[in-house]
């Protein structure tokens, strides 16, 4: 691309931006909320349907809502490049999480198709239904469909915050449970999503793009310290079993283990709650949350480990008892070493800054990656700042974003040859899960 | 007195604390509330001074309600020896926290008239009208009025829970501010509180007697730490300004600190938020509160300023800010210790067993104490429970304690030498206890 058509689809991209922005937009505060099978969530993919279809690819709403649009391949059609991603959002969210994938995949098949015709194979451009398990206690809803890792009976049981079912929300904007797909599409060869890092790291280095190789693994886990609650007066220091000085050495040292461990270990204690919770009474029970996460099975496993035998140790010495409750444990995924690759050798020859990194949060490349050749770029986050009106992402990165998605879809839809395999990682295990899901 | 007469009146005193309990008692959980100036309150105030009259002892209610019951002196008809607690309880309160010190004045006094008759100086018991600050956010109003500590216009603004006014719900038990005491009645020699310990100590050295050398003063801080909210997942704990972190480090300082001070100082902190108090985010905020005591003024300002130091040092190191709010400061208050001499004496020459030790707890003595030879005894606490239904004195500990009371007002009302002095320690600065009040 030129400078000048650099700067004119550059100023298309922040139109489509602010556009399909308007579906779900809050006028006061500038934030989004579509939520899965929403009225505003129906009239944006029936508003991206057109905007696809008008510039001549061929679309399809699957089963559960998940919208395809298609640049049919010459030669091998029955090989299909994904890209994409979600198209609802949390509460009050902002303008690139998950609709900036979806818009980066257009503006490259655009120029691919205006600057190379039609391709060998097939490329698709994908809008999930859902991720953030927002509006349902369940996520990557639209991910999990077209890899055949959902099942009806999961969500059949499951209402949103006033009480709607699943299946009722679902049948309102049209869509209805019919055959589930058992496996995932065979004509899929990779899958890419571009997404925000969500992260500060882009940032501070000041590197426009991230080159995912791992998303990390996670343990959650919900610890209740049980002490006695006492007069803050008239109980002796000696004397006391205080579930608030227990959680403030366990709390810590967590901290402390996870500096030691170094990155990419991170752990975080993001609730806590004291009872009685009265300045004057020394608490009985203090209850926090801990969020583990690696990119390494084995590291998570050894640190949440010695985690809990510090708890242990910690609750041992100072007299309270000690309940250590993991309701979430995801395994981390890799993504495609080859398409790492082939973004690494496009960003260098598009002359593009990149860093090799991890993702903290989770994606629905997580999900692909079971069984697709997957891998996903990142652009900046100001401030690090996702889930929030302030999302923002500067336009110069943007545009380094998708220059780097759009060679690497050259690379795979463009080429004859294609040495990407089947993928052969185990299978995530859906069990893991525990007792609740959350956002990502 | 001997064995017979001895489980008489023991078993008399517990039907009087059965009986004065049924004035406010929950019918449900056996626990009391009794807040000042309701109905119930006013019951049992009228109750006590039937019961009182019917011993023979002169009655008078003074402006606020506070209830004085008097066995009249010979010989020194100006110089009047006090006894008595309160009478009004926390929300669902125990059996004898308050009304038993004006209980044990009440067999104290009768055991004395009966064996020995009138007195030379004047003993009065009182039964003092407010010192939790359950109802309205003030505290010791009853010792206050007294002591010639309270000033109306301290409370004609404040209102109970469900807004009705100080002012509005005192008249309707027909109280009104009328001439309010400007110093401590001059008559006053001495005052003694019998009082439950609401500790542990007692119970676990197995002694059935504290006496009182000082209570404590204390200091209440609100603490807020401000860091920087983030991904859980996404930012490496390098990047991190995790106002947890940093919270949990403080609050395992302020234990270590108080330890390494050793008794009788005791620091507390009860309460803690923090926001947005999610499990996948990293807390950008984290209040705490502290509750600070010690029965030494200078060693309490000493550890109050490590304190904020470690505090400091703490935020500095982890890249927070801080604010360290002090909205109590209430210094130590020693008792008298020619009175605590007469009770040793007292318990010696009783063969009672004994403990001096510090309150850790406020309570009416501290008021009377800026003016007046002031004691207090304690009788052990089961499980150093109080503020609760399960409040419980073993009835032989309540007899011991009530025998030591007895002959300490035998030694100050009827013995003829009384070497006390008007009290020169400084007036507590009312100014301060700054924000708000609290249970004691």
Chains 1, 2 share one sequence.
Not at 67 to 90: K, P, Q, W
Request: with cysteine; net charge negative.
């Amino acid at each position: 691309m030129n400078v000048e058509h650099e700067s004119q689809w550059e100023q298309d991209l922040l139109e489509k931006i602010n556009w399909l922005a308007q579906f779900g937009k809050d006028s006061e505060n500038g934030g989004i909320t579509r939520l899965l099978y929403s009225e505003t969530w129906l009239d944006a993919q029936l508003a991206l349907k057109k905007m696809f279809e008008e510039e001549g690819f061929h679309t399809e709403f699957d089963e559960v809502g998940n919208l395809f649009a298609r640049l049919n391949g010459s030669d091998y059609m029955n090989e299909t490049i994904l890209t994409g991603s979600h198209i609802d959002t949390v509460k009050n969210g902002g303008l690139y999480d998950g609709q900036l994938g979806i818009l980066a995949g257009f503006f490259a098949l655009k120029h691919l198709q205006q600057t190379y015709g039609q391709p060998l194979r097939n490329i698709e451009i994908v809008s999930m239904a859902e991720e953030e398990g927002s509006r349902f206690p369940y996520i990557m809803w639209g991910s999990k469909n077209i890899a055949g890792q959902a099942n009806p009976e999961d969500v059949k049981q499951i209402k949103d915050a006033n009480g709607e079912s699943f299946e009722e929300a679902m049948s309102k904007v049209g869509f209805r449970f019919k055959k589930p797909r058992e496996t995932a599409r065979d004509d899929l060869k990779a899958f890419i999503e571009l997404h925000i890092e969500q992260g500060n790291v882009l940032e501070t280095e000041e590197i426009p793009i991230g080159i995912v190789q791992h998303i990390v693994g996670q343990r959650r886990y919900n610890v209740e310290v049980t002490g006695q609650a006492n007069h803050a007066g008239t109980t002796p220091m000696g004397y006391r079993r205080d579930a608030m000085n227990a959680a403030a050495r366990m709390i810590h040292g967590i901290n402390d283990l996870a500096l030691s461990y170094g990155d990419p270990l991170v752990a975080t204690v993001g609730e806590i709650q004291a009872q009685p919770g009265t300045v004057n009474v020394v608490p009985g029970k203090v209850m926090f949350s801990i969020d583990a996460r690696h990119i390494n099975g084995e590291e998570l496993q050894s640190f949440t480990e010695n985690m809990t035998e510090n708890l242990q140790t910690v609750a041992d010495h100072i007299g309270v008892e000690i309940d250590i409750d993991m309701w979430m444990d995801e395994p981390p995924v890799p993504m495609d070493p080859a398409i790492v690759d082939i973004i690494k050798q496009q960003c260098d020859k598009q002359q593009l800054t990149y860093k090799l990194m991890h993702s903290g949060a989770g994606h629905d490349a997580q999900v692909f990656a079971q069984d697709i050749p997957t891998a996903m770029l990142f652009v900046p986050s100001r401030d690090g700042i996702s889930h929030n009106p302030q999302e923002y992402t500067e336009p110069k990165d943007l545009a380094e974003g998708i220059k780097a998605l759009t060679g690497a879809l050259y690379e795979l839809g463009y080429e004859n040859e294609l040495s990407l395999n089947k993928k052969g990682i185990p299978k995530m295990n859906e069990t893991t899960t525990i007792g609740k899901e959350s956002e990502v």
